[in-house]
């Protein structure tokens, strides 16, 4: 039997028919992601897939088995089958019966190794190759070798785009656009005028990236400034003033912005995300910000304008930002959180309004003892009373 090594939506690579092995991949794996792997029992056994046992129906499918309590069920599945499995995928520490697998790879990190069999196993999107006769592409544009455009996709004026990029069907490009080698940006994607976008960026479904930032101003001092300053609100915003946005996006490489994900240009200069950083969907970034390398934004994070976050920062799902904030490396701010300060490097932040979590959580539990001690003040009234009762009464 043989097995696909499918190319990333973000590699260039091209698919290659290679039989694998349990031995192979414990050597691939060592290879891509450093040592950790080790192989128990037959390791030529042949793997062709990955299945959760669940959902096990190819006998070569390599079973993902990241918790000792799915054991027993193997167990009587291998009883009701007359067989054991060929392959399973486990944690360093797990110890299979004997009789499970024929195989077993073990990882201390199992989901770094899931993570390299899914991307050896997986199957890109579909698309056709080359150019679609209903594309639309600026003659002004440069293309690059192997770039794919798809139907009713648009591409504008002076646009660049480098060699194995992917433009699946529905997307627009404006002018100006820069696109690095082996991105890949899915249906219903937009791109505004002079964004500029790395290598291996991908870009998920219905994407929005350089829309105009929300920023306006009143010719008064208006309600929100009021409001900062901790004033009396007495202005009116009867007349509110647009203030252009007149630069760009710009996404390093290794970028991935998730589905309905909206990035805002900014008003001078770039809105700024540095490489490796990854966006969960549903996510809003505003104007003028900078996001550092390799963070982590979880669904439905709305960061508000001018913040600068910086490398390898994790914000949780549904966080929002004030504006103007910084957050320093590796900050994490849990899910839930209204930030309304900066966050040093390296703490964890909770809470709305956010504070640091130990803080966070001595308050939550000083209000688990309110119920006592408030039982403790009303006996403390009544003795008193009953003390300046006898005290009057002699």
């Not at 201390?108 to 592409?137: E, M, N």
């Not at 805002?264 to 969960?280: C, E, F, S």
Request: hydrophobic share 40%.
């Amino acid at each position: 039997m043989t097995a696909t090594l499918a190319p990333s939506p973000t590699s260039s690579s091209q698919s290659a028919s290679q039989l694998w092995t349990v031995g192979g991949l414990a050597e691939f794996m060592t290879a891509l992601v450093g040592p950790g792997a080790t192989t128990e029992g037959q390791v030529d056994t042949p793997v062709t897939a990955v299945s959760h046992p669940k959902y096990a129906a190819d006998p070569n499918a390599m079973l993902v088995v990241l918790d000792e309590a799915i054991i027993p069920l193997l167990q009587q599945a291998v009883a009701q089958q007359g067989h054991p499995f060929y392959s399973v995928l486990t944690a360093e520490k797990i110890t299979l019966p004997k009789g499970i697998a024929l195989a077993q790879l073990k990882h201390p990190r199992p989901r770094v190794a899931l993570g390299v069999l899914l991307k050896i196993f997986s199957t890109p999107p579909y698309v056709t190759q080359g150019i679609h006769p209903t594309a639309i592409v600026d003659p002004t544009t440069t293309l690059g070798s192997n770039v794919t455009i798809g139907a009713y996709t648009f591409v504008g004026p002076n646009c660049t785009l480098g060699d194995d990029v992917t433009l699946m069907p529905h997307v627009t490009l404006g002018a100006n656009v820069a696109i690095g080698d082996d991105s890949w940006l899915y249906s219903g994607v937009r791109v505004a005028d002079n964004c500029v976008l790395g290598k291996r960026v991908m870009l998920h479904h219905n994407v929005s990236i350089g829309a105009d930032g929300f920023s306006y101003v009143t010719p008064e001092k208006g309600s929100v400034e009021a409001a900062k300053l901790g004033e009396k609100i007495t202005a009116q915003n009867t007349t509110i003033h647009k203030i252009e946005s007149l630069g760009n996006v710009i996404l390093e490489d290794d970028v991935e912005v998730g589905a309905n994900s909206t990035i805002d240009r900014a008003n001078l200069g770039p809105t700024l995300v540095k490489k490796g950083t990854k966006i969960d969907n549903l996510v809003m970034i505003g104007h003028n910000n900078t996001l550092g390398e390799n963070c982590l934004i979880a669904g439905q994070v709305g960061i508000a304008g001018s913040c600068v976050i910086g490398d390898r920062v994790v914000l949780g799902g549904q966080v929002g930002t004030a504006d103007h904030l910084t957050l320093g490396d590796d900050a994490i701010v849990m899910a839930k959180s209204g930030l309304m300060r900066d966050v040093p490097a390296s703490e964890i932040h909770f809470g709305t309004p956010a504070e640091n979590q130990r803080d966070f959580f001595k308050k939550w539990a000083s209000l688990g003892k309110v119920s006592a001690l408030r039982a403790t003040v009303r006996d403390l009234e009544k003795r008193l009373s009953d003390l300046e009762q006898a005290t009057h009464t002699h």
